[in-house]
C-alpha cells in the first residue's frame, strides 16, 4: 500500500454549524456570473466554499461566501502545481474535510502519456484553499488491461475510457465513499459527446475508503449507468444522504453542449444500489436556465450549487432542496 499518509500532518479543527438557509435566489440569476463550471460545495471555517473546473488562468477555482448568498471568486489557484502525470485542464474539483480537519480535493486531468485519457487525481492541504499536495500518481485510473494504457495508479477502474468526476461522500456511520464516473464516451464512437449511438458504457462506479478519504478498502462497484433516456451519458455524480434514510444519487445526463444537459437523481435503500432513476429536477427551460448540470450537495443534505449556461460559459447557480426518495424538489 502506498504511504499515503505521509504527506498528511496533524491539524485539529470542527466542522461549523450550517448557515441558516437564505432567501431563494432566482435560478435566472447566478451566484456567480462568471465561467465556474461543476462548482463543489463544502461549509467548513464557518464559510461556504465552491471549486470549480478551470477558467484558463487557475487549474482550480475557488468561490467563498459567508451566508450562501452572496458569493465571490476568490481569484487564487487551489491547485497551482500539477503532478507529472496530468495536464490541463482541469475538471469538476471536489473537496472533503477529514475528521482530522484536513482537506482532501478530487480532480480530473488527462494524461500527459495517454492525452485522449483521463485520470482522476487526489491531494491533501490543511487550508481549505490551499495549495494542495498531490499524489505522484493518479488515484484513479482506468484499467491498464482495457484501456490500453500502462498508467500506474491507487485505483485501477474497470471500464473503458478514462475515469473522472469524482466526489467524497460521508455516511452517516462514517464510513466514507468516492463516486466517480467511467469515461466512456471518451473513447469516440461518433455523435452527441462522441457516444450519441450509445455504443459505450458510461458507468458511475463507488469505492469505499478508508477515513483518509483515499485509501481504498476494496474494488470499486458500479452503481448506475446510462440508458436511453440519458443520451449518450450519465455523469458528475453525487451523493447525499435523505432524511428518510435513503441514498439519492445525484447525476446528469445528456451532453453538456446540448440543450438536453439536465440535473437528475436516482433513488437507493443500499449505498451499492440498486438504484431506481427519477427527475430530472432541472432541464433547459426549469426557471429560465439553460443546459443545467454538474449539481453538487453540501454534507448536510439541503444546500445545492449547479452550472448553467450564462453569457457564453457556465456559471454557478444556487438553491436549496428538501424532500425524500422520488419527491426531492427545489425549493
Known amino acids: 500500500m502506498l504511504p499515503l499518509l505521509l504527506i498528511i500532518g496533524s491539524f485539529i479543527s470542527t466542522l461549523p454549524a450550517v448557515a441558516a438557509i437564505p432567501v431563494k435566489r432566482l435560478a435566472s440569476s447566478p451566484a456567480l456570473p462568471v465561467d465556474f463550471a461543476d462548482p463543489a460545495l463544502i461549509n467548513a471555517n464557518k464559510k461556504w466554499y465552491a471549486f470549480a473546473t478551470t477558467n484558463g488562468r487557475q487549474n482550480v477555482q475557488i468561490g467563498q461566501s459567508p451566508d450562501f448568498s452572496s458569493w465571490t471568486v476568490l481569484g487564487k489557484d487551489a491547485l497551482p502545481i500539477l503532478p507529472q502525470w496530468a495536464r490541463g485542464p482541469v475538471w469538476a474539483p471536489d473537496v472533503i474535510q477529514r475528521d482530522d480537519g484536513t482537506f482532501v480535493m478530487y480532480f480530473s486531468a488527462a494524461l500527459n502519456q495517454f492525452p485522449d485519457k483521463h485520470c482522476i487525481g487526489v491531494g491533501v492541504s490543511k487550508d481549505i484553499e490551499g495549495p494542495y499536495s498531490v499524489l505522484d500518481i493518479p488515484y484513479i485510473c482506468p484499467d491498464p488491461t482495457a484501456s490500453g494504457t500502462n498508467i500506474k495508479s491507487v485505483i485501477s477502474s474497470p471500464g473503458v ?44 462506479m463507488l469505492v469505499a475508503v478508508q477515513p483518509d478519504g483515499i485509501t481504498p478498502k476494496g474494488p470499486p462497484v458500479q452503481i448506475l449507468d446510462r440508458d436511453n433516456r440519458d443520451g449518450p451519458l450519465v455523469e458528475a455524480p453525487n451523493l447525499v444522504r435523505t432524511r428518510n434514510g435513503q441514498y439519492a444519487l445525484f447525476f446528469s445526463s445528456n451532453c453538456y453542449t446540448t440543450p438536453n444537459y439536465d440535473v437528475a437523481w436516482a433513488v437507493a435503500s443500499n449505498i451499492a444500489g440498486p438504484y431506481t432513476k427519477t427527475g430530472p429536477m432541472f432541464v433547459t427551460g426549469t426557471q429560465g436556465l439553460s443546459a443545467p448540470g454538474g449539481a453538487s450537495i453540501a454534507s448536510d443534505g439541503v444546500h445545492m450549487v449547479f452550472h448553467a449556461n450564462f453569457n457564453g460559459g457556465r456559471a454557478m447557480y444556487t438553491t436549496t432542496i428538501s424532500g425524500d426518495g422520488q419527491n426531492i424538489r427545489s425549493n
Not at 452517516?172 to 464516473?181: E, L, N, S
Open 161 to 204: 475510457g478514462g475515469a473522472i468526476d469524482a466526489s467524497g461522500f460521508k455516511d452517516r456511520d462514517g464510513t466514507r465513499y468516492v463516486v466517480y464516473k467511467v469515461d466512456g464516451n471518451s473513447v469516440g464512437s461518433g455523435g452527441s459527446c462522441n457516444n450519441g449511438n450509445g455504443q459505450r458504457a458510461t458507468p458511475i
